[in-house]
């Protein structure tokens, strides 16, 4: 099977890591896979395996996401069996793909995908009612689809996200990582990945690290890049917490942060499925977010995770309270529950091989 993958812009996202990783795993997997995206290059385009075609739009990156010169033709050329749309931008070309495939070569299925709590744009909603099938990345987002969007629940397949990195950490590491950062063995590290916009909300984790009681040994790490960082190091530099607040930048592979950190922390308000807690919890970090689509699926509610009404800053700290004095034992049982959780739900290999059988579903289906 010829599989197309289309992702406007390889960026250090959570869905451009799922993109990469279910390239690579398609095409060990033994299908002919082409990565197509409107920008060339990007952070995460290294991590492409060299089996993957990758084709990029733009010939030179005009910065534009939705700018997809020559779509259609590079679709006519690749001749996919089928296509996978990734991302906002992607999603909104659905609806023109599936034209284009339908008189050129009908037996081609294009799947849609849900990955967002943010509302969506008129091409995206269009590309909903067109699409052969849609993938949405939780429950709460397939129940969304069908509430708000009216589509109908048969033409809905839930698979959730896959974890990208493995929960393995070399021996000693993470001692060396805290002192690094200025952190001591009893310091209790809260630790939020993300990209730096608006929606992901890390101001709101910096003014909830505010209100920590100031004799609590605590540092706020903070890994990533995008355009909110200025702003949100300079509202950590007028609340004087300098020394309290870590910005490490982009992470090609965050783990040793994972296997560091003491708790994860999440303010995001437009999630369908954080992959950031996802990987927290693989690695066996209990974790306190707020409530936001799919957010309650990362982990296992009131025991490894702890879902918080969005703006509760009481509440937040209240979850956080008991965190802070685990003791050993019952933070390790805490672990080991929350990394089985994870591992089994979550698992690339199982992940994969969802998409898969969907694939050949509904390729099935298309043949005369």
Request: with cysteine; hydrophobic share 45%; glycine share 6%.
């Amino acid at each position: 099977m010829k599989i197309l993958i289309v992702q406007d812009y390889l960026r250090s996202g959570g869905t451009e890591r799922q993109s990469v990783l279910l390239a690579n795993a398609f095409r060990t997997a033994g299908h002919p896979t082409t990565l197509l995206t409107f920008r060339p290059l990007g952070p995460l385009h290294s991590t492409l395996a060299p089996e993957v075609k990758h084709y990029a739009l733009q010939s030179f990156d005009m910065r534009l996401d939705w700018f997809a010169p020559g779509l259609f033709k590079a679709v006519e050329t690749i001749t996919p069996d089928l296509i996978l749309c990734m991302g906002r931008m992607a999603n909104c070309y659905a609806f023109a793909l599936r034209n284009l495939v339908q008189d050129r070569r009908p037996q081609t299925a294009v799947v849609a995908t849900m990955r967002t709590g943010k509302a969506l744009p008129y091409f995206f909603r269009r590309s909903l009612r067109a699409a052969t099938h849609i993938v949405a990345n939780s429950h709460e987002a397939r129940a969304t689809l069908s509430s708000s969007y009216g589509v109908s629940a048969e033409k809905i397949s839930v698979i959730h996200n896959s974890l990208v990195f493995p929960a393995i950490a070399a021996p000693g590491s993470s001692a060396t990582l805290r002192a690094k950062y200025g952190a001591s063995a009893t310091t209790k590290i809260l630790l939020n990945v993300a990209m730096f916009r608006p929606e992901k909300n890390q101001r709101e984790l910096i003014q909830l690290a505010a209100g920590i009681p100031p004799s609590t040994d605590w540092q706020l790490w903070l890994a990533g890049e995008g355009p909110a960082r200025a702003a949100c190091e300079k509202l950590a530099a007028e609340l004087g917490l300098n020394e309290r607040i870590r910005f490490l930048g982009f992470q090609r592979d965050p783990a040793p942060l994972y296997a560091a950190a003491d708790i994860a922390v999440h303010a995001s308000a437009s999630e369908s499925l954080s992959n950031f807690l996802i990987e927290a919890q693989a690695h066996g970090l209990p974790a306190v977010a707020y409530d936001a689509q799919g957010i309650g699926e990362c982990f296992i509610s009131g025991h490894t995770g702890w879902v918080i009404p969005r703006d509760d800053h009481l509440a937040f700290h209240a979850a956080l309270a008991p965190l802070f004095q685990l003791s050993e034992s019952a933070r390790g049982e805490l672990a080991n529950t929350a990394r089985s959780y994870a591992r089994t739900t979550f698992d690339p290999a199982r992940q994969v091989t969802a998409y898969l059988d969907l694939f050949a579903r509904l390729n099935f289906r298309a043949q005369p």
